[in-house]
């Protein structure tokens, strides 16, 4: 990790726990270092007083400044603190902060903007062995007012880990808040560090931020960069406010005679909207996010357009992670602060879209493969232990993969072709890459599962009775008159299920179905509904089945019935032997030919019949060869998340990086609430962005067992 001050001081902070050692996210300072590389110091309880003292392996801690040690020590609990600081930019703008700069806080489930007034010593200052803690002393914005008047609203103190974002600065006198200064105060658990001259803060000339200003020379410098739809742009409103989010759309709103842009907002604003403007809608997004302003007042956003930093490498991701922890799936109340966002979820490197969005929609929300990973024998070193810290730990704990970690993980499977960093012909070496990986979600699956994870096949899957075979995914195969003009995933999978003479030999702990394609570019249907829940209970053999009429045990299948306009088309038929007789006594039906059912020995006849559900938790669209995904996230029916690991780029190929961004898409949960008839007959192109998307460019679905 990169820091901005040298790391001279002797303060550490553990991050891997032994058998008999100290917690993760303890701070504490070595005062000497024994041969065998272990530290020799004390460690720092609550008010910073030394709690103990002790050994802990080297390898084991994180070197801190003791600026930096101050600031953790006031986050509780200690497991905030290693999360902080896995937030490597976040955490360097903190510790560099000014007086009168602007951050965002989340402060009671909401986000508020505040300004920086002065950094607060808490502890005991004249007792020996304290280390003093530091927290920020801030003061609410009155949005609704000027940003520079005296209506502000002074909150309590806060911690480092309470700062969720800080506001870019252009200028290059601010001088960071240290409390290097004794102060001379005699208050023995708070003082504040008050005695910092005037500075030049991000904030402290209105006149150089009001949207109907020239501007400062940094913001015109990035005039000549081209905004569009997708790009990400701020707005500096006329209170001096910066504000940031994505472009959704362009174009000359009724009652307007110039180009105005429509943004989603990263946070809520109480004077946005859900994507209207006035009566009419441009895109839809969540409640108080939707600014609409001229196009000439958006600019690049300077967070990532400034010298095009290279972003910076999570500190010492390795020893940030407890081999033998399994991290959950962030908590559904947690997902819009955590996950959502630029710079969220994996990063896209080269051509690799297929594996990010695979790994971000298998690992995400869902737990059905975590148990595999105690069943490696890799080395501290193998691919399954980097699989499981680097990326599955790291995304749900600091909500962010980096390419690197990425890269290091193509490397363990085998690509050769990137073990270099030469930068000297990136077409040539992903055509290499193309030819030695795969570069489809199915076989990365298939290689994730098997070689990776060790895992047995997922389906076991009978055909024409023989005896079943093993899978990793399904692939769908059907006719297309076969099925309606828009299907469901549960339409397509019974059909294809029944028409093959397949069944499933037992119920998966996960399903992985693919849709019907001719090849990546060619859709055999023009939409497929993702069907939110899936009924397997009429295509797994040697399961009781209820009659399709009058609901008693199943003995007998027709295929031939599938399709009857007068019985529901489309839907698997079975009968008991009584409406078996009674429906094939019909003219149309004479010639069919049933097949009797595999039924449980002594299953009582009159005894219900259980069915079988399974959960679709993600769903993986392709358009054009780029792969994104789309994430349930919890229980909720509007808890949807949308990733593109490469939704945007940084500067050029050769000195770039790509953005990656998860986005909260509740309209997708709206949309997939309504009737398989209510959705099958939707106009498309009313609906929105992503709802097409999710619609149109369907190419793979997973579910996973809800018992």
Known sequence: MELNEEQQDPYFIVVRRSKKGLSRGTVGRGDAETAEGALVGMVYGGGGSARSSG???????????????QLLLYVSPASRRLELLCNVQLFNAICALAQDDLVVIKHKKDFKSCLVKNLIQIGKKDKPGVLQMLGFELELVDTEHDILSKKTIPLRIFSAADIVQVAPSHLNTRQPLRDGIDLGLKRKTVSRINSMPALKSRIAKKESILLNTNGSDSIQALSHYSLEVGSMAEVISLNGLTVYGVIRWIGVPEGKKNCWAGLEL????????????????????????????????????????????????????????????????VPEQDVMSHLVGRMRGIQGHFNSCYLDATLFSLFTSSIAFNRMFNRSADS?????????????????????????????????????????????????????????????????????????????????????????QDAYTHQIIVEKNQVRAVPSVQQLLEMSFISSDLKLEEIPSCLIVQMPRFGKKFKMFPKIIPSTELDISDILHCSPRECFLCGHLAEYECVQCLMDHKLQPGKIKQYCSTCNTQVHTHPSRKEHTTHKLTVPDHFPEDAPVQRHQMQLFAVLCINTSHYVSFVKYGPNP???????????????DNNGYNVPVVRSCPEVGDFLSQSEEGMSTADVSQCSELVRRLLCDSYMCLYQRTE
């Open 638 to 652: 509007r808890s949807w998340i949308f990733f593109d690991s490469m939704a945007d780029r940084c500067g050029d």
């Open 55 to 69: 050994t802990v392996k080297k390898q084991d801690t994180y070197p801190l400044t003791r600026h930096q040690a």
């Open 266 to 329: 990263d946070n809520e604003a109480t004077t946005c909207s859900d994507g209207k403007f006035g009566t009419k809608r441009y895109f839809t997004c969540e409640g108080n996010k939707a600014l609409f302003v001229p196009l000439n007042n958006c600019k690049p956003d300077s967070r990532f357009l400034h010298e095009i930093p290279k972003p910076l490498e999570p500190p010492s991701v390795t020893l940030l992670e407890d081999l033998n922890e399994d991290v959950p799936p």
């Open 380 to 468: 501290e070193e193998g691919i399954s232990h980097i699989l499981r810290r680097d990326i599955v730990n790291h995304l749900r704990r600091s909500g962010f993969v980096p390419a690197e970690s990425v890269m290091k993980f193509r490397k363990q499977l085998g690509c050769k072709s990137f073990a270099t960093e030469e930068k000297a012909n990136v077409n040539l070496i992903s055509k290499i890459f193309l030819l030695l990986f795969p570069s489809d979600p199915e076989e990365f699956i298939t290689l994730l599962l098997k070689h990776v994870l060790h895992m047995e096949p997922l389906l076991k899957i009978r055909s024409h009775g023989d005896l079943p």
